[in-house]
């Protein structure tokens, strides 16, 4: 009687679970009165619309079902059947689609407090984004693409797995069954959108379809993968929606959604959905459109007063702006609000200064976010056009070691350009700081920082859509974030060019001590000219000296001649930064002074491409031997070969020096 009873109640028990599953079946035709758990910048709009990002910049949104659903048979350890569906709709300020999007998140936890914004979604960052124990499903509606994840094009959706790589992936598009083929989209139209997202537990296939909210559910996918989702949820789990947006306002918003746990998901009504809000116009406030109707002699009088007051207050804000800049319009800062974000520049918010110029720190009024702004001298007469083409196709690179360019403004004799705010400034502060209240990198800091200036210029020579060589690679233009993590930044120098194509000549530029000899003679910047560069910068993180020393003596006085000294006596070790002490790995430590020697060549072609040396960095490839080089270049006591002498560059430099102080590129 006893057993019969156990086999009842575990049988009541099993049925219970599957009833509790069917019961997963929620249907929002708007959001208003919905209980949502919400953060970041999603919020429900009084019309009811689920804004998961607003126009701030920078920033992330996630909006949950506030419950846990189980998604496991708990009997079998299969993953039960789901379907979901959900109308949509992604803005952008300007018509690119440069920007982030939004993804649809099966997750473990609803917190993403350590998740990045801009091309992480909301939903991973550079630590965790690829590994197993995020237990994260995602379809991602992407308007970006960045190469670091491998995305196909910028307007496209895909499946992700623990990882913003995404597992498969197609164009936005849908299959059209009236003409049979699939028609294109773009999801940053503002234009509304559905989305299914439906999992079949029985043939453990995804499948995601997508289509304008106005016509019927296509009967072929756009995604169809076959994956056992089990080993991947984690009971319970929470559905919902994550975004974020990066430099340009791009406001995204759900309008309804439905989901259903071992079932068809209810259809959403178009009739109950909330109306989306017209985004707000690009175009700039023009003054003056509206005549004043002249009612009598004081209304003049006092029109005429305030017009001079404007007109004072246009002058001290005056920009220059031409008719070919309206291109750029999306990545053109008002100097105004780069006024007010500096506090007219005071020196209190002085971050440095240079040849080129003075950096700020700033915080953008209306977004809050923290920005440098550089002020640049130029000639608006030589090639200031081709300049802001540069720099606007620059503002474009997506990596996670580069700062990013948000953008630039122009006024009178100057040329101000914007990036991210690195809190921990610039590498060589760090660096070469005397005070004891400073720390000291670690060898293991220092390793990674050369790694991570590696693998952007990687990407600058090789893996963006044009060649970007740099031009001034220093440790004084390597910045460092809150984790003191490194970004290569400054990018004012920067010459692009086609692959395949050759680089035009031009005046010969750069900091003493980094800039390529055979720069002087052809004046064309190619890759070579950065990895020589680099070179330099390797041994000054290693040694902890800048490239020329004028109080060391003269055996010491250029820190390539003294580190190529040292290794021809058999003591390179001996250049290490003192104040590393005994505290680095020294196999790594000769490798990064070996291979500085080695990319400080004076001979272009025995330098090693960037994908060479990050594969030496990462133990992929034995580094070449040295002594082959010195002997085909000279002897050990002969370093000219190697490295143009003081003597031998002073002249050439003059007026280089005089180029930077006018702002010349």
Known sequence: MFINFVVLFLLLGLRSEASQQDDIDFTYNGFRGVDMSLDGLAQITNNGLLMVVNTSMQQKGHAF????IHFMNSSSGSVFSFSTTFVFAMFSEFA????????????HSRNFSSAWPSIYLGVFNKTNNGKSSNHV??????SIQNLEFDDIDSNHVGIDINDLKSVDSAPASYFSDQENRYVN??????????????????????NVTLAPFEVPKPKTPLLSFNIDLSPIIVDPMFVGFSSSTAVCKAPQYVLGWSFKMNGKAKDLSPSQLPKLPRMESKAEPRIFTIAFPVIGASLVFMSIFIIQIIVAKRKKFAEVYEDWELEYAPQRFKYKDLYIATKGFDDKELLGSGGFGNVYKGILLTSKVE???????HDSRQGVKEFIAEIVSIGKLQHRNIVTLLGYCRRKG??????????????DKILFDQSPTKPTLSWKQRFQIIKSVASALLYLHEEWEQVVVHRDIKSSNVMLDRELNARLGDFGLARLYDHGGNPKSTHVVGTFGY???ELYKTGKANPSVDVFAFGVFLLEVACGRRPIEPRASEDCLLLVEWVISCLSRGVILETVDPKLGMNHEVEET????KLGLLCSHSIPTARPSMRQVVRYLEGEAPLPELSIFMISEGTSDDVSTWFPSCQNALTPQSSIADSLLSGGR
């Open 590 to 593: 000769e490798l990064v002074l």
């Open 515 to 517: 800039i390529a000899p």
């Open 65 to 68: 079902y506030p419950h846990p």
């Open 371 to 377: 920005v440098a702004v550089k002020r640049v001298s």
């Open 137 to 142: 499903i995602a379809i991602e509606m992407d």
């Open 414 to 427: 100057e040329l101000l350009l914007v990036y991210d705010f690195m809190p921990n400034g610039s590498l």
């Open 185 to 206: 989209l773009t999801l940053s139209s503002g234009r509304t959108f559905q989305l299914w997202v439906e999992y079949c537990g029985v043939q453990k296939q995804l």
């Open 96 to 107: 690119v689609s440069d920007h982030p999007g939004m993804a649809f998140i099966i997750a």
